[in-house]
């Protein structure tokens, strides 16, 4: 199981936050743009023919004999969409055994109980979301962006009500992670689907050699609300790594030899402070959210203070 | 550009080959993957680092290894700069410290020139050669055996100061072969070119640095007090060693104050003299004083003192007796004058009045009595002499062996008396102590012996007359620089001070060895006061220091001397000297080794071989 039954308890409270509200496409629970049925008064508005009677405020009439219309807001459903980044750097961490088995998983697991993997870790924030969303009525789309775009379909789990919940976390539980993601291409693509424009969170390590900025330029156009969630493992913030080595990408496999020494690594901290901070200025650029998460950090807290602290979820 | 001694060590540099090869050998690397090249990528972009050497250069363990070997083996090779020095080895150096050398011909003295050059020979000698460094004064000194060290060296070589005398390179020769004795020794010489020919010869190698350049120099040679006719009479001689005559004002002061001042006309390459005839009566000094701009001042200046005994007034009392008027004659510094028997006696006081014959009573006063004194009326034939105190001084080398006497006076010696010859158990020679003076009785008359005709006598009247005289004042009025001065004390004197021409006072204690007064090594007036014991000064001498050295006065420089049967000449600085720097070197390979342990420790490269996983 991706997420424990008390931390699911937890979560039923909690609802996703949009900022902004949206037209849906069925009663729901969340503010919409347009004017209906629900008994919250919204405004007033001249009549106007053909309107329907009913509405007409009888009280205003009968003071100021001119006919005004009341209207109501309406309450609709949110579209919510779960991006994972499924490529083969997300795999990385310690943790639940993967299936990239190159012979170094005994080093990967020394001494390490806690499970920092990515993709994993990945999985069980976007269950959290995904049973939040599910709770409050909302339109969820998870989809896995792995592979080569263009070749195959991402594959795409959608619902909407409380009673998808357990097969979410089954489709969850055995999506595979692994090849390359072009995450500039894929997200493109995603936003020219034609998806209806909600909360977007995208759940990524950002470790993709054609860059994202294009991406989320175009989700953002498509006037999607973006929170990226940027995940990175202990070891890719504090590289434990010493001496003269040959790197190897696992998402590509490409070499890079490099000589670690104590100014290396120092300098290795400042290119990824700066490298966040860049991604913090082309997400607020973006009128984005950018929310970094170590994986070390256990799920609950991640969720119940961290996303709630960014406004994600309230 | 350094030069090396051992430059087959540099083939050792061949080691940096095995160094860099093992390095390459552990630089292979190690595959590690990671989740993503992305952010090293950026990070080596910043760096810059893909350049082909990256692997060697980001290494600085091995940068610092080959360092180290680099050192060591330019330390092995031994490099050296080649400095320019007169000598090297076992180096004696001998540094003329006679007065011409302050002759000021090379700015700011040819003292402080050659003094220079002896700084160049230290700094261009090794690190195991050593030097032995000799003043050549009138005493020469040694102010370093046989050093190595440069400290010691330089600070005996500053405290070297010149001379105002002559330098007396024969004994400064003798110090210098035995100092150059035993192993193969360069000896160098800094002189401006005095030196006296017929030296000996000196083991080792001779080289000679030469000071001073030609000049004109006048001097003085010579300046005397005699006392003649009319009064003391001064002469002076001068000397022109420059090419060209030269006419010189001298001006004379007599007592300090200015007494005359003549014009003297020298010719080139010779001398000229002055003599002064009408000096005061009452002179105590003179000061002659050429009036002359050259590079020696020291020998333009002259001094003479006259003693304030300057002659002892002898009155011989006698009908006429060669023998002993030839004797007392001869003695120095005595001036004698004959009275008829039966005459009174001058009134003026006399140091000694020698009596031929016996008088009707004896003056008060030193006194030498040849005859029976008054009261003796009794004739001893028995003369062989019977006793001769041998361990007298006064009759140190008298032989009275041969002498023969045809009669003596039979005398009774007073009390206290010390009877010297005896002859049949009466006195032939006593002396006695008197209240008024010293009294020497010789109980026989000359004509009645052959003791005048013995060798015996003048030397038996030279040291009765050296007893009876009165003692005080100096043995000589001039010296030369550094000699001693012997000071004849009185008897009464407890103490002498001696003042320089500095002003630098001096106290001898009069005990029984004669007081030598050796400080006179400057030129000018030595003041000399002889005090009792209750601090009265008794009497005034002066003595004077001048140089009086035409050799000293000639200052123009030779460019070679004899030396044995060798000529030397001027050697220009040009035998190259090694400066070794090897020591440096290795100290430095030591820093970096200790640098490099540092940075293996507490630079982070520690370690390389494995990847460790940080916890």
Partial sequence: MLLEPAFLVKLESLALAAHRPRAGQMQGERRSTKRGTSVEFADYRDYARGDDLRRVDWNIYARLERPYVKLFEEEEDLAVHVLLDGSGSMDWGDGEGETRGQGEGETRRQGNKEETNKWLYARRLAAALGVIALNGGDRLTITALSHSPSAIPHPQFAARGRGHTLRMLQWLAGLPAGGTTDLNASLRAYALQGSRAGLLLLLSDLFSPGGYLDGLTALAARGHEIAILHLLSPDEIEPPLEGDLRLLDVETGEPQEVSIDGSLRDLYRRRLASWQDEIRAACRARDARYIPLITDTPLEQAVLMELRQQGVVK | ?615
Avoid: C
Avoid at chain 2, 219 to 245: C, D, M, W
Avoid at chain 2, 256 to 276: E, H, M
Avoid at chain 2, 393 to 406: A, N, T
Avoid at chain 2, 532 to 540: E, F, H, I, S, V
């Fill in chain 2, 1 to 615: 550009m350094p030069a090396f001694l051992n430059p087959a060590a540099l083939a050792l540099a061949a080691l940096s080959i095995p160094i860099i090869l093992l390095y390459m050998l552990k630089l292979r690397r190690q595959d590690v993957p990671v989740s993503s090249t992305l952010l090293w990528q950026r990070l080596l972009r910043d760096r810059q680092a893909n350049a082909p050497w990256q692997r060697l250069r980001s290494n600085l363990l091995l940068l610092l290894q080959l360092l180290i070997l680099a050192l060591l083996v330019l330390s092995l090779a031994r490099p050296f700069f080649p400095t320019p020095a007169i000598a090297s080895g076992n180096v004696v150096l001998l540094l003329d410290a006679s007065a011409s050398m302050q002759a000021s011909d090379v700015a700011p003295s040819r003292f402080d020139a050659a003094r220079r050059a002896a700084r160049d020979v230290l700094s261009g000698l090794g690190a195991n050669d050593t030097v032995t460094l000799i003043a050549v004064g009138p005493q020469p000194q040694v102010l370093a055996s046989a050093s190595s060290d440069r400290a010691l060296l330089r600070r005996a070589l500053d405290q070297a100061a010149p001379s105002d005398g002559i330098a007396n390179w024969e004994a400064a020769f003798a110090l210098a072969a035995a100092a150059a004795s035993g192993e193969s020794a360069q000896i160098v010489l800094l002189t401006d070119g005095a030196i006296p020919s017929r030296l000996p010869a000196l083991p080792g190698q001779v080289r000679l640095v030469q000071f001073g350049r030609p000049g004109d120099n006048l001097g003085i040679v010579a300046l005397a007090i005699r006392e003649g006719r009319s009064g003391p009479q001064a002469f002076l001689r001068a000397i022109n060693t420059g090419a060209a005559a030269a006419e010189v004002r001298v001006e004379f002061r007599a007592d300090g104050a200015l007494f005359d001042v003549r014009t003297l006309t020298i010719p080139a390459q010779g001398s000229a003299n002055i003599t002064l005839d009408d000096l005061p009566y009452n002179l105590t000094l003179l000061e002659a004083r050429l009036d002359a701009d050259d590079p020696l001042p020291l020998d333009d200046i002259a001094w003479a003192a006259r003693s304030a005994a300057g002659s002892r007034r002898v009155l011989l009392v006698s009908p006429g007796n060669l023998f002993l008027e030839r004797a007392l004659g001869m003695l120095p510094g005595v001036e004698l004058n004959r009275l008829a028997p039966g005459q009174p006696l001058p009134a003026d006081p006399y140091d000694l009045i020698v009596f031929d014959g016996a008088p009707a009573e004896l003056p008060a006063g030193n006194v030498w009595l040849i005859g029976a004194p008054p009261g003796a009326s009794a004739v001893l034939t028995d003369t062989a002499i019977t006793r001769v105190a041998v361990q007298d001084p006064l009759l140190r080398y008298v032989d009275w062996s041969s002498v023969h006497i045809l009669r003596a006076w039979q005398v009774e010696p007073p009390a206290g008396a010390r009877v010297l010859v005896e002859a049949a158990g009466h006195p032939l020679l006593y002396v006695a102590e008197r209240p008024g003076g010293r009294l020497a009785v010789l109980t026989f008359d000359l004509h009645d012996s052959d003791l005048p005709l013995q060798i015996a006598f003048p030397i038996l009247v030279a040291n009765l007359t050296g007893w009876l005289l009165p003692p005080g004042g100096v043995g000589e009025t001039a010296a030369r620089p550094g000699a001693p001065v012997t000071i004849q004390p009185a008897p009464e004197a407890d103490r002498v001070a001696v003042t320089t021409p500095a002003g630098q006072p001096f106290t001898l204690p009069v005990g029984e060895n004669i007081p030598v007064f050796a400080e006179t090594n400057r030129l000018g007036v030595y003041q000399i006061t002889q005090i009792d014991a209750d601090n009265n000064p008794l009497r005034t001498d002066y003595f004077t220091v001048n140089l009086f050295d035409a050799a000293e006065s000639d200052i123009a420089p030779r460019e070679s001397v004899w030396i044995g049967q060798t000529e030397v000449r001027t050697t220009p600085p040009e035998r190259a000297g090694q400066l070794e720097i090897w020591p440096w070197l290795a100290a430095a390979a030591l820093g970096v080794l200790a640098g490099e342990w540092w940075a293996f420790h507490e630079g982070g490269w520690g370690s390389t071989q494995n990847v460790k996983r940080r916890t």
